[in-house]
């Protein structure tokens, strides 16, 4: 009960990173969320993946993207690859996060075409600066056939998207 308190006591003495491997060996690791979270400023990586873990497990996604967010010492391929498969959306849209995040543009477009969230994709486009993948997107959009979705492409990656392309895929939507 007390253990918490006695790891937040010994915080600045112990070392964080066998600790947490430790209490992991022993499969209780949930038992001190709150001696994690109160040592993860400390970035350090043993601390976020055994929170980012609980996290997931417990489908607190909210918490898990801010964690995602503000602390990035933790192994951001093998958690993707974890979030990539999961039946939650949201965890999903965190894998494409982090695929993001890494600089691997192509598979968080394909995770967001995959789940349909065309906002994320188009982001995630504006953020990679690459031209091909701008025209490669607007042409999925235009297959769907939605006039809102094709403008929200061209507003998002405008510098992006050369003007030829965008009329040609405005006449062909019957704009």
Not at 137 to 157: F, V
């Amino acid at each position: 009960m007390l253990l918490n308190d006695l790891l937040k006591l010994l915080a600045n003495k112990i070392d964080l990173t066998k600790t947490t491997q430790v209490i992991k060996r022993t499969g209780h690791i949930a038992l001190i969320t709150p001696f994690l979270k109160s040592v993860q400023n400390q970035n350090i990586a043993a601390v976020n993946e055994a929170l980012n873990e609980i996290y997931l497990q417990n489908e607190d996604y909210e918490s898990l993207r801010t964690s995602i967010k503000e602390y990035d010492s933790f192994e951001l391929t093998a958690l993707a690859a974890d979030l990539e498969t999961h039946e939650l959306l949201e965890c999903r849209r965190i894998a494409a996060l982090l695929y993001r995040k890494n600089k691997k543009f192509q598979k968080s477009i394909e995770i967001s075409k995959k789940d349909d969230l065309h906002k994320d994709a188009m982001e995630t486009v504006a953020e990679s600066k690459d031209a091909a993948m701008a025209e490669d997107l607007l042409r999925h959009i235009m297959n769907m056939e939605d006039k809102e979705l094709l403008a929200a492409m061209l507003y998002t990656c405008y510098d992006l998207i050369k003007p030829d392309v965008a009329l040609e895929m405005a006449w062909r939507c019957g704009l």
